[in-house]
């Protein structure tokens, strides 16, 4: 095999690993957006206007940051899923379950935007992999607004 072929075959790869790691995400924001108005619905407490409020705004950076994941993703010839079967088996975010507390919704946020943050340090990697500095900027931006939801929600918590 030549060294043009190898390079080629790596290249391929790795845009192939990159493809899946924007899927999973593209498919961890859709569960999580539907998770997030399921909680906007059914919070209760004391707390129902803040969170009300707080649990739109997080479903609304949900669906910006399905979007562009899922337009980068065509920009670089991948195919974004696009049914809620293939997101449901994708997703590393499970849906609402049952009817809970206001505080154990943010707990289970919080725990939902720490795995999009794992997730997104995946595709973090496999961007550079691929050496696509686009879509590992993109990404890292996601870290830093999730990084500052994390927090803002633990303050909430008092944690």
Do not use: C
């Not at 940051?65 to 975010?93: C, F, K, Y």
Request: hydrophobic share 45%; net charge negative.
């Amino acid at each position: 095999m030549s060294t043009i072929q190898t390079k080629t075959n790596t290249f391929a790869n790795h845009a192939a690993a990159l493809h899946e790691v924007l899927n999973r995400q593209i498919a961890g924001w859709s569960v999580l957006y539907t998770k997030l108005h399921h909680f906007h619905w059914y919070v209760q407490g004391p707390h129902f206007f803040t969170l009300h409020a707080k649990f739109e705004e997080l479903y609304n950076l949900a669906t910006a940051n399905m979007d562009e994941a899922a337009e980068r993703l065509l920009a670089i010839g991948g195919r974004p899923v696009a049914t809620m079967s293939e997101q449901l088996r994708l997703s590393p975010i499970q849906e609402a379950q049952g009817k809970w507390s206001a505080e154990r919704m943010v707990e289970s946020v919080v725990a939902d935007l720490r795995t999009m943050v794992e997730v997104i340090k995946e595709g973090i990697h496999a961007a550079g992999e691929a050496e696509d500095n686009a879509t590992e900027d993109m990404l890292i931006g996601f870290t830093a607004v999730l990084d500052k939801e994390i927090w803002m929600l633990n303050a909430f918590l008092g944690k």
